[in-house]
């Protein structure tokens, strides 16, 4: 059927949908469907009905643009109006940033990838609802990477640690956690990474990633982030009900692949909530005025809205639970405090800085953690004492890392705060070291995929790194004097503290 302008404007919104996606479909004729789309059939998915697909969100390409354009033109006024009142002044602290320096070197390059990689689906996915929907997903990814870097890069003017995140995101210790997640998902199938990023972290974990960065970002003042995450977050649901679908409808398609989808999510879980331990640290510690625990965040989040409510739904299909579940909620109590402290020891290697806690930390930490609280408010007391003597623990060497997640060795067990988590597999003559049961899990599945991963402390042991000593490994980083090590002192300390006596003497007509 062919639309003439005046037919297509007097379509419903269903049918100019329907006229996009479907319409347009066609079978081929030149080459065999296999040929035409070779990657959706080698892991082993079986689909049926590519025409079953549901599409919750029926956009059309003029509702999409119009609908974002105006979402960018909010958040751009807002970026100015900041930039040109100085409103990095009125943010509760310059200590408050570090949470920033990790979202930019951490999270936005994810969003790229991520955008890549829907891309890709939008063209080898066989039915034409979920390249569509791909498609508008690949264009939302690269918008978040644009505008988080707008809005960050403003702080790059005065503060440390922002410049060259793209080299750092590559190479940084820390910054392996993050990118060795998107680099799993994107060397797995097309139905994997759907489950990989659609599902287990756009449904399952966004919620910990997103609401708590931009609720601490409004707490404490910085109001374009505010408005980028939120701007974002609109976006959010769509991701995440396009997660849905795709579960939903694989496991529709044919029984088979309800036990292949059921290992996708015990992996992706893991991976994902490993990966979280950076945004657990960061609520509790990072932020100088506190939204909400990572504990009051994980039970909220995870355990209400997901086990109290998801896994019931796709019990129907014969899916349960996240294997590795009941670890993380008996870490909930453990993990803010040992990834922080992880942070706290290797900081003069990072593009960030971090400090012992102040005392009103102190209390509020023991007041959402009261029954293991007291263990970390004793290392943190000895700590202090440790700098009133002139010194500072700082780890000098360099930790064994995770297979699976890279996240250095210092994770405890659940039921044991003083014994540190540790599992190996030897796998073909060769030695793997994990953090936990559910990283070894991973690895026993995966094995020869895992023996490759990319290890920072192992690449500078091997010499590829820039050089033998820390000085050479942190300009091979890219980081400049300054970015990391302690807060207190600090050139973002120092000028923080100038700056905002000059404006204290301005507003009282002094010179």
């Not at 063209?123 to 498609?135: I, M, Q, V, W, Y």
């Not at 988080?148 to 080299?167: D, V």
């Not at 998801?310 to 349960?320: R, S, V």
């Not at 705060?417 to 599992?423: A, K, N, V, Y």
Request: hydrophobic content about 35%; aromatic content about 16%; glycine content about 6%.
């Amino acid at each position: 059927m062919t639309l003439t302008p005046d037919k297509a404007r007097k379509l419903s919104m269903k049918e100019r949908y329907s006229a996009l996606t479907r319409d347009l479909d066609w079978d081929p004729s030149y080459v065999p469907e296999e040929e035409l789309f070779p990657y959706t059939t080698f892991e082993g998915i079986k689909i049926h009905d590519w025409s079953k697909w549901e599409d919750p969100f029926r956009l059309t390409v003029d509702s999409y643009t119009k609908y974002q354009a105006e979402k960018d033109r909010r958040l751009y006024a807002v970026l100015d109006g900041f930039a040109q009142s100085q409103g990095h002044l009125g943010l509760t602290d310059a200590s408050y940033l570090n949470a920033m320096k990790l979202f930019l070197q951490g999270v936005s390059p994810l969003e790229y990838q991520a955008h890549r990689n829907f891309a890709y689906l939008s063209r080898h996915l066989n039915g034409p609802g979920p390249r569509f929907a791909s498609l508008c997903q690949s264009l939302d990814e690269i918008r978040h990477a644009q505008t988080e870097i707008h809005t960050l890069s403003n702080y790059n003017k005065y503060y440390s640690g922002f410049h060259s995140y793209l080299h750092m995101h590559d190479r940084v210790w820390y910054l392996s956690v993050p990118k060795s997640f998107f680099d799993d998902a994107l060397s797995a199938g097309p139905f994997e990474f759907l489950i990989a990023i659609g599902f287990s972290f756009e449904y399952l974990l966004t919620n910990l990633l997103f609401v708590p960065f931009m609720s601490g970002a409004s707490f404490n003042g910085d109001l374009p982030t505010m408005t980028f995450g939120f701007s974002a977050q609109s976006d959010e649901s769509r991701h995440m009900t396009l997660g849905l679908e795709a579960i939903k409808f694989l496991l529709e398609q044919d029984p088979d692949n309800v036990p292949i989808v059921q290992h996708w999510i015990d992996k992706w879980f893991w991976r994902g909530y490993r990966v979280t331990a950076l945004v657990a640290q960061m609520l509790d510690y990072m932020l100088p005025r506190k939204v909400m625990s990572w504990k009051e965040a994980f039970e909220l989040y995870f355990e209400q809205q997901m086990l109290g409510g998801l896994f019931q739904d796709l019990a129907y299909y014969g899916i349960k639970p996240p294997r590795d579940v009941e670890k993380a909620i008996q870490e909930k109590e453990h993990l803010s405090h040992q990834a922080y402290w992880i942070l706290y020891q290797f900081s003069h290697a990072a593009a960030f800085t971090t400090s012992i806690p102040s005392d009103e930390t102190l209390d509020w930490l023991e007041q959402q953690y009261p029954d293991t609280f007291p263990t970390y408010r004793a290392l943190w007391d000895k700590e202090k004492k440790n700098v009133a003597n002139g010194g500072r623990h700082f780890v000098r060497g360099l930790p064994q890392l995770c297979q699976v997640c890279q996240i250095p060795m210092g994770f405890t067990e659940a039921d044991s705060p003083f014994t540190i988590c540790q599992r190996s597999v030897v796998f073909e003559g060769e030695r793997y070291n994990f953090c936990s049961d559910g990283c070894q899990n991973i690895f026993e599945h995966e094995p020869v995929k895992f023996r490759q991963a990319w290890l920072p402390v192992h690449q500078i042991y091997q010499g590829n790194c820039g050089g033998a000593d820390l000085g050479d490994v942190m300009q091979w980083y890219g980081m400049q004097p300054g970015d990391g090590g302690e807060y207190l002192g600090s050139p973002d300390h120092q000028n923080w503290l100038r700056w905002h006596d000059q404006a204290d003497h301005s507003e009282l007509g002094e010179d």
